[in-house]
């Protein structure tokens, strides 16, 4: 598939972002959470995801780091073991291995390979920071794509497919994620129904 130059893709985002900035799309106090964390990353961008949100919405959320800008937002699959009935929202978080399901956190997104896994093509290794995602590596906690992300898919069940916890994305919008978050970006993973933020502490 080929790949649209980074230049390229800056320009494309930036033609298409809304007016709105980290600070209207979240609670306050997890937005003031996240902008305390991004002190010590310099990377250029971050996401936030957030599963309060029904799977079949954009909910992972592409930012420009220094005005905090929104830049684009993405439909993203969460684990099966977070959402047995499968109506699309999450009920729980666990980063048991062997869970199958999402967890809640601050990921550092790390290698970027193509996966030999059918359907998930180039991915990106996600390194969990926080007690509660500890575990992302042991688990092969990843952003991949998968076919059960894609508009068809979601138009005929409702809702998106589920993951075994990892974050998963339609192939098109996998390689824009990607082109942003490679290169040591912060992932934020939240819930914002929950009153405690407390799950973005970092523990490494």
Not at 21 to 47: E, G, K, M, S, W
Not at 81 to 94: E, L
């Amino acid at each position: 598939m080929p790949r649209l130059p980074l230049a390229g893709l800056l320009i494309a985002l930036a033609c298409s972002a809304t007016a709105k900035d980290l600070q209207q799309v979240l609670p306050a106090n997890t937005a003031a959470d996240i902008r305390q964390q991004l002190q010590a990353n310099r990377h250029a961008h971050f996401a936030v995801v957030d599963y309060a949100r029904h799977s079949s919405q954009p909910r992972l959320m592409l930012f420009e780091r220094n005005s905090l800008r929104l830049l684009a937002s993405y439909r993203v699959a969460h684990g099966q073991g977070s959402d047995p009935d499968h109506d699309g929202f999450t009920d729980h978080y666990s980063d048991a291995p062997g869970s199958h399901a999402s967890s809640l956190g601050t990921l550092r997104t790390d290698q970027v390979y193509q996966s030999s896994a059918p359907g998930h093509g180039l991915s990106i290794r996600l390194i969990g920071l926080s007690p509660g995602n500890a575990n992302a590596e042991r688990r092969a906690i990843v952003l991949h794509a998968k076919s059960y992300m894609e508009d068809d898919f979601i138009r005929r069940h409702g809702v998106a497919g589920r993951s075994h916890g990892c974050l998963v994305l339609a192939g098109t919008d996998r390689d824009k994620a990607i082109a942003l978050l490679r290169g040591g970006a912060l992932i934020f993973v939240i819930d914002s129904r929950l009153s405690a933020h407390h799950y973005l502490a970092r523990n490494r």
